[in-house]
């Protein structure tokens, strides 16, 4: 038990309060993903840019002499397919499972490897407190995301096995640009959009980008309506060539009737004596219905060279949200037409901050080359507020023929006053040694402490965690002259489960461990990359119900995850661009106390998955005018763990378009279209059931300057 290891912990924080101090005495930070981004512009024209791997290793190594799988979403790409969510540019992206739980205005929904994953903004871990209390980030002021696959605690401490999904805020550009954007599409859609950076001064030592966004829409269920209105200002300060920072802050409100997809396999997946539920229909109380939420984010992002060997680099963010959350929802069906509801009640706020701080050595000798990694990180986390879960609400609803308004709103005696508290200090050393510029070793340990403490309502009686873990990864890669990359790495993963077992204990943390061998191929002869992945992921410690007693929760369920991941990316000509993958993906429960569950896949986990999108600039007199379409396969899944035949989801298969036409080298519109063919399908069911998105088409006039 890592517990145990509770008394080695002291002797650790004098090394991470020497990094502190560094910090402090060393102030102020980076502008580096701008010198980045803006190179990756000036040759993007040329070659395609292979991302780094800095959200994999946190230290500058090209994603070819990488020895983890990584897939990257640039600026162009959620330009190109009209991404809206940040969830919705990771379609096309292999291992990923996007948008499972069909359209949804508040939430992001992925699955990795067939497992969970977390969100971070600019490398540092995002809230996401008591389910509910979630960051959310607007598509409009993203950079680039990077998503590294598989267990990551080695690096970030506390992460579920699937993976972790990197958001890279937009920030100030050396060259002076800008656009404005408006566009109109289905549900009513509309945005205006305002982007503008460059140089402050003359030297141009110090830079500001703004960017601002507002949003409208209806649909696409009954009564679901979002406004959001977005600012996010920067500004980056070269204040020498060793020493530069970059302060970032956003501010985001949201408005909104949520889409409520939560419906039952009765209707939708399931035949009945009076058809199919409607698509648009809601089983929630749409005059009721909201989500509004406000977030502010203030960060900086800092770096100073001692030396040609020693770089410090600090990022900081602090976070707060308030929100107020209203969601009715089907529990069960009472009759062959009524479904019985609950509602989900939560108002209140949270809060976080994180510190990561990195010394990096790199140097030479003889035939090696060393990079050596030093990191502390803190983040601290607390959410409170008046919550109710009610698992009776309103009158029964018809969900052929529903009339909405037979409800009676939450009472101060249904609400119950919560808050949690959690906190993580990790300590970390990776080390990479390159020989002859052939072979490349990557090792890599850390140890966390992470505590947590959350009030329970029905009790008030307040559950304390106290975990302390080591984690480890390793790679080996062999760097070949012709551009094919092989490697094996092994990774780990810690993530602390609030609540108490049968014996009144807290829960263990669930862990994982991942093998994957694979190879990087970026060839002289093609202006792109091929990456090709195997991999064995397990889950531990996982949370499974006993058929004898039921009420009772314990941790003897083990999950494991076998695959397979292609993935292209290229330029095929310098008017023909593409991206295609193909994951094979078998996810199965392999430890149970029920034994129907042993060997089933997992709900709403897909066998494969395949995706194509190309987009072509026409030559001669039609040059100016780009066509992309795209196609995405998801296969079947099963809605329950045992794997039973009326809950089987059939595949179902999708068509992306679009048009867009360059008026002039300041003037563009732009159509873009999803699902085309407006295929109705279920997404996926894990009890509950989703319909898929629907046909959207979007259309937007951008000026740039």
């Known amino acids: 038990m890592d517990r145990k290891v509770a008394s080695t912990y002291p002797t650790l924080k004098p090394l991470a309060y020497a990094i502190l101090l560094a910090a402090t005495a060393s102030f102020p930070t980076i502008a580096e993903e701008t010198a980045k981004s803006e190179a990756a512009s000036e040759s993007s024209d040329e070659k395609v840019v292979v991302i780094g791997g800095n959200t994999a290793l946190k230290i500058d190594t090209p994603a070819a002499e990488t020895p983890r799988a990584l897939s990257e979403v640039t600026l162009e790409n959620i330009k190109d397919r009209g991404v809206k969510k940040i969830d ?111 140089p402050v001064t003359d030297e141009g030592n110090v830079l500001y980008r703004l960017v601002g966004f507002a949003r409208q829409a209806n649909g696409p269920t009954e009564g679901a309506q979002s406004e959001r209105y977005y600012i996010a200002p920067s500004i980056s300060i070269d204040f020498s060539d060793d020493t530069s920072l970059t302060l970032l ?62 770089t410090f680099h600090q990022n900081m963010a602090y976070s707060y949200m308030n929100l107020l959350l209203r969601g009715a929802y089907g529990l069960s069906m009472i009759d062959d037409r009524h479904v019985n509801r609950g509602l989900t009640y939560r108002d209140g706020s949270a809060q976080s901050w994180a510190l990561d701080n990195r010394m990096v050595g790199h140097w030479t000798f003889d035939r090696f080359e060393n990079t050596l990694l030093l990191g502390v990180d803190y983040f601290t986390a607390n959410s409170r507020g008046k919550d109710a879960n009610l698992y009776s609400f309103g009158a029964p609803l018809d969900i052929f023929n529903p009339v909405y308004g037979n409800y009676q709103p939450v009472s101060d005696s249904d609400l119950f006053n919560h808050s949690t508290k959690r906190r993580q200090n990790g300590l970390y050393i990776q080390n990479q040694i390159k020989f002859d510029d052939k072979w490349l070793l990557l090792v890599g340990g850390r140890y966390d402490k992470a505590t947590s403490s959350d009030t329970q309502p029905d009790t008030n009686d307040r559950i304390d965690m106290d975990d302390h873990k080591y984690t480890k990864s390793a790679g080996l890669m062999y760097i070949s002259d012709i551009g094919l990359n092989p490697y094996v790495s092994y990774s780990e993963s810690f993530q602390p489960l609030s609540g108490r077992n049968n014996n009144n204990n807290p829960y263990e943390p669930q862990t994982g461990e991942q093998t994957e061998l694979g190879v990087k ?4 002869w093609f202006n792109g990359y091929i990456n090709a992945a195997v991999y064995e992921l397990y889950q531990k410690n996982t949370l499974t119900t006993d058929p004898a007693n039921p009420s009772v929760r314990t941790q003897t369920g083990e999950a494991r995850s076998r695959g397979l991941e292609l993935e292209a990316v290229g330029n095929a000509t310098d008017d023909l661009k593409f991206t295609a993958s193909y994951t094979l993906n078998q996810v199965i429960t392999t430890q149970s106390l029920n034994a129907a569950e042993i060997d ?16 072509y600039n026409l030559p001669g007199s039609l040059h100016g005018f780009t066509i992309g379409s795209g196609v995405r396969y998801i296969g079947s899944t099963y809605g329950d763990s045992t794997n039973t035949r009326d809950m089987k989801v059939p595949a179902y298969t999708l068509w992306d378009a679009m048009v867009r036409y360059d008026i002039s080298k300041e003037w563009q519109v732009q159509v873009n279209a999803n699902n085309l063919a407006d295929k109705k399908y279920v997404s996926a069911c894990d009890y509950w059931c989703y319909y898929g998105d629907g046909r959207t088409v979007t259309a937007k006039l951008n000026y740039r300057w």
């Open 88 to 198: 919705e540019a990771m379609r096309y992206s292999a291992g990923v499972q996007a948008t499972p739980y069909g359209p949804d205005n508040i939430n992001d929904w992925l699955k990795i490897r067939g497992f969970g994953w977390s969100r971070y903004q600019n490398g540092l871990q995002t809230l996401n407190e008591s389910g509910f209390y979630g960051w959310q980030q607007e598509a409009y002021g993203v950079e680039r995301i990077e998503m590294l696959k598989g267990p990551a605690s080695m690096l970030y401490g506390q992460n579920p096995p699937g993976g972790l999904v990197n958001v890279l805020s937009k920030r100030p550009t050396r060259l002076k640009q800008g656009e404005v954007e408006l566009s109109y599409g289905s549900d009513d859609y509309r945005h205006f959009a305002l982007d503008t950076s460059g």
């Open 249 to 310: 802050t956003s501010y985001m409100k949201d408005n909104t009737n949520q889409t409520s997809g939560f419906k039952l396999p009765y209707g939708t997946l399931q035949d009945t004596p009076f058809g199919k539920v409607d698509y648009k229909m809601s089983y929630g109380e749409p005059d009721y219905a909201a989500n509004n939420s406000e977030e502010f984010m203030a960060g900086y992002e800092f770096k100073h060279s001692f030396n040609d060997t020693w």
């Open 521 to 524: 191929y970026v060839p002289n």
């Open 600 to 615: 089933k896949r997992l709900p709403a986990t897909p066998r494969n998955m395949a995706s194509l999108w190309a987009d």
